[in-house]
């Protein structure tokens, strides 16, 4: 099983993107869902994470206020709304168990915010 996350694209700055994280035959409800992106040079880090089952939720500080994240338990999605991007959001977003399990890691998706 792994988490696979979509939704990334080209994006100009202050503008926003949804990105999308699902499993099959994974029942992400069951779980902490956290997303995490990793930038050109850098190490992965966290970015937010929703709880199970009372989907408290939580963001890294460069986050707060722009992205917002939920989870649809009949798609069986996490979602991580993202707007007022800024160039520094760019990297590879991945999402995954929280704390992360190392079989989950799926390929990620591209965000990059550029004009």
């Known amino acids: 099983v792994q988490l696979q996350a979509f939704g990334g694209g080209l994006v100009q700055p202050g503008g926003s993107l949804r990105l999308s994280c699902a499993a099959s035959?994974?029942?992400?409800?069951?779980?902490?869902i956290a997303w995490f992106r990793q930038a050109p040079g850098k190490e992965r880090e966290g970015v937010s994470c929703?709880?199970?089952?009372?989907?408290?939720?939580y963001y890294d500080d460069s986050v707060k206020g722009r992205f917002t994240i939920s989870r649809d338990n009949a798609r069986n999605t996490v979602y991580l709304q993202m707007n007022s991007l800024r160039p520094e959001d760019t990297a590879v977003y991945y999402c995954?168990?929280?704390?992360?399990?190392?079989?989950?890691w799926g390929q990620g998706t591209l965000v990059t915010v550029s004009s």
């Open positions: 035959g994974f029942t992400l409800d069951n779980y902490a």
């Open positions: 995954n168990t929280d704390p992360p399990r190392s079989h989950y």
């Open positions: 929703i709880s199970s089952p009372d989907s408290k939720t």
